[in-house]
């Protein structure tokens, strides 16, 4: 499986996006960006079912994060969106979007279900 590049960076991004912070601990797309040293982050427009998110780069990857206020919000919209091929990393109440080999590479490290 290949790595991110900036090791330090990219393995912190995988704990704290997917650690299981959210809602429940107060941790939102914008502080999880900062912790991260995600670049260029900005909350994105808002979009039914989410309750909160934003996009950034990290490594020159651009992820984006949702965040749900519980587990049907987050798999309705996860099911829409894969109906028009989007591909998620979907943890307890968020879901991380970005390219296919960010995603296998994020699941191998956390086991959480990718979804597509």
Not at 25 to 35: F, H
Not at 51 to 61: A, F, K, L, P, V
Not at 82 to 102: C, I, K
């Amino acid at each position: 499986m290949r790595a991110w590049g900036g090791g330090a960076v990219a393995a912190a991004a995988a704990a704290l996006v997917l650690s299981g912070c959210g809602a429940d601990s107060g941790s939102t797309a914008a502080r999880i960006a900062e912790r991260v040293g995600c670049t260029g982050y900005e909350t994105s427009n808002e979009q039914i079912f989410v309750t909160e998110s934003g996009s950034c780069r990290i490594d020159g990857r651009t992820v984006e994060l949702y965040y749900f206020a519980d587990r049907a919000a987050r798999d309705t919209y996860v099911d829409i969106a894969a109906e028009e091929g989007g591909l998620y990393l979907v943890g307890p109440d968020f879901a991380v979007q970005a390219d296919r080999s960010t995603l296998e590479t994020l699941q191998a490290q956390h086991g959480y279900d990718l979804r597509g």
